[in-house]
């Protein structure tokens, strides 16, 4: 691998499989990350918490949230992205 990249054996954003979710963020340096689902209508629904790992990695599961819903996630309070 050349210096100055990275590469991880695991996936990022959001992956759906077997009616589940899983939403992954790399944000080693951040306090607190929240995912921010978005309505039809594009109103923010409740903000739910991710959950930090050793490696910097910050997860959760959810199982009421289909393919093709728009996500974003808040990093630290700041704008979602």
Request: charged share 25%.
């Amino acid at each position: 691998m050349d210096a100055g990249r990275f590469a991880f054996a695991t996936s990022w954003g959001a992956n759906y499989r077997d009616g589940t979710t899983r939403f992954r963020l790399w944000a080693p340096g951040a306090k607190r990350v929240e995912l921010v689902l978005s309505t039809a209508t594009d109103e923010a629904n409740e903000d739910r918490p991710l959950h930090r790992d050793s490696a910097g990695w910050w997860h959760c599961n959810v199982t009421d949230v289909e393919p093709g819903a728009r996500y974003g996630f808040r990093v630290d309070g700041g704008p979602a992205v």
